[in-house]
């Protein structure tokens, strides 16, 4: 069983930055896919960006791609949102989760395990 903590979340002006992180624990963190999601009020939860298991595949929904960079510490257990150039749309609970099997998805539903969520607010 693989346990996710996020942190870093908060209230940002547009335009600033956050770094989120989200520490692993429970199971051999290089075994697994990591990705983020989030979800806004009202909305469905949206994928953000994921990472492959040895760092050398990475993807991007296109609403943060040139904003948002994805990287892990397979050292540390811990995989990390970078988000830049924050627009109040960008406002939600994001959401750290893992993935045992190889491929990358989008796909929330095919993700194992989740963090419980931080949340990140953008003011205009």
């Known amino acids: 069983q693989v346990q996710l903590v996020e942190s870093g979340g908060g209230l940002v002006q547009a335009g600033g930055s956050l770094r989120l992180s989200c520490a692993a624990s429970?199971?051999?963190?290089?075994?697994?896919?990591m990705g983020w999601f989030r979800q806004a009020p009202g909305k469905e939860r949206d994928f953000v960006a994921h990472?492959?298991?040895?760092?050398?595949?990475?993807d991007y929904a296109d609403s943060v791609k040139g904003r948002f960079t994805i990287s892990r510490d397979n050292a540390k257990n811990t995989v990390y949102l970078q988000m830049n150039s924050l627009k109040p749309e960008d406002t939600a609970v994001y959401y750290c989760?893992?993935?045992?099997?190889?491929?990358?998805?989008?796909?929330?539903?095919?993700?194992?395990?989740w963090g419980s969520g931080t949340q990140v607010t953008v003011s205009s």
């Open positions: 429970g199971g051999t963190f290089s075994n697994y896919v």
């Open positions: 990472i492959s298991r040895n760092d050398d595949t990475t």
């Open positions: 989760a893992a993935k045992a099997a190889i491929l990358l998805t989008r796909n929330a539903r095919r993700y194992d395990y």
